[in-house]
């Protein structure tokens, strides 16, 4: 368990307020709770106002104190206690690195000095130009695409070290690479494709059992995949969102 403690006084910013957007939205997750258990809506505060600014600093933990009438100590508590709020000031560029056991095992080691190559030698750093910050982080749910890495709400996957370098400079020069697997392939299929599932008629009858009775036609099959909600999608802008 690491200790969490909040950033030095001499970069903790002078104040802190929510943009009119953000107070807004603020003001909508208090309204979801019964008068006198405003103190719900912390989580959600504290989240819109690492949104807002990339991290969580003491004048916004007290700012959000105020707004719902808890004493300091208890957002602090929250704060403090979840590790996805950030501490300390953050790159433009959160680089979370997956470091647990299955991302490990693929070579996550390589996407850790690629960051310590070219954002800093140490993590929770922001890098020179301000662009790039880098952490390790437990399991995010995508082993099976390991190694991989979160930036923003996009993963990145099936990293190695000259892939993760790329991703980095991309980054620095203004691009947004394209999230998901970084090797070619599509979400979690095999390199080169699918190698299951692709008896056409044996998903005819399987999905045609339930509607007609089981009828396998051609035409049902294309009734079933082209009236599928998912037929058509691109692909998940963010795989991890949609798994
Ligand atoms: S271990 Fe890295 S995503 Fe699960």
Redesign the pocket.
């Known amino acids: 368990m690491s200790v969490r403690r909040l950033a030095p006084d001499d970069v903790q910013p002078s104040s802190f307020s929510f943009d009119p957007a953000n107070k807004d939205r603020v003001e909508q997750w208090i309204a979801k709770y019964p008068e006198g258990r405003q103190a719900s809506a912390v989580i959600a505060a504290l989240w819109i106002g690492q949104e807002q600014e990339g991290w969580v600093s003491k004048p916004m933990i007290e700012h959000v104190a105020g707004l719902l009438h808890m004493p300091f100590i208890r957002v602090l508590e929250v704060a403090t206690f979840y590790t996805m709020f950030n501490l300390a000031p953050v790159g433009e560029f959160l680089v979370q690195v997956?470091?647990?056991?299955?991302?490990?095992l693929r070579g996550?080691d390589e996407v850790v000095a690629a960051c310590k190559k070219h954002i800093h030698p140490r993590p929770h750093t922001v890098s020179s130009d301000g662009k790039l910050s880098w952490m390790e982080v437990?399991?995010?749910?995508?082993?099976v695409?390991?190694?991989?890495l979160q930036i923003g709400k996009d993963f990145y996957e099936d990293l190695d070290g000259p892939k993760t370098e790329a991703l980095i400079e991309a980054l620095r020069r203004g691009e947004v690479p394209q999230p998901g697997p970084q090797n070619g392939r599509h979400t979690s299929e095999p390199l080169g494709g699918a190698t299951t599932l692709l008896d056409r008629r044996a998903i005819i009858r399987v999905s045609g059992a339930g509607h007609d009775g089981g009828q396998a036609t051609e035409e049902n099959a294309k009734v079933m995949v082209e009236g599928s909600p998912t037929h058509g999608a691109a692909g998940p802008t963010s795989p991890g969102t949609t798994r």
């Not at 437990?138 to 082993?143: H, I, K, Q, R, S």
């Not at 695409?145 to 991989?148: E, G, Q, S, V």
């Open positions: 997956c470091t647990t056991t299955p991302c490990m996550s437990e399991c995010l749910g995508a082993c695409n390991a190694p991989m």
